[in-house]
Nanobody
Framework: VQLQACGGGLVQPGASLRLSCVASERSFNPTVLAWFRQAPGKDREFVAAISGSTSTVYADSVKGRYTISRDNAANTIYLQMNGLKPEDTGVYYC???????????????????WGQGTEVTVSS
């Protein structure tokens, strides 16, 4: 199974972006999906996760600005990012837990499937 992320870009502070991540196999239907990000020279950090259709968790740094959602029919998850700040800059990765697992993890090692990343740069 491959996860393909897209939607990154170069934007000014205060702008919005929407990231998408689609799974290559329609039969792949994990309960828990997440977004992580990695800034230059820093560790990969948790951003947001969704379990099922409505249970969501966010990092404190993005709460109120980011929204994670999923479209099961399209095998896609989204990350709507509003009010972007320079500190949001980094490579954003989508990730999925093994389908049998239903608990949201905030650490990268809890996720078995990873996308290739899409770069977000917030700069004036």
């Amino acid at each position: 199974v491959q996860l393909q992320a897209c939607g990154g870009g170069l934007v000014q502070p205060g702008a919005s972006l929407r990231l998408s991540c689609v799974a290559s196999e329609r039969s792949f239907n994990p309960t828990v999906l997440a977004w992580f990000r990695q800034a230059p020279g820093k560790d990969r950090e948790f951003v947001a996760a969704i379990s099922g259709s409505t249970s969501t968790v966010y990092a404190d740094s993005v709460k109120g600005r980011y929204t994670i959602s999923r479209d099961n029919a399209a095998n896609t998850i989204y990350l709507q990012m509003n009010g972007l700040k320079p500190e949001d800059t980094g490579v954003y990765y989508c990730a999925a837990r093994s389908p049998a697992l239903t608990v949201i993890h905030r650490t990268a090692r809890g996720y078995a499937y990873w996308g290739q990343g899409t770069e977000v740069t917030v700069s004036s």
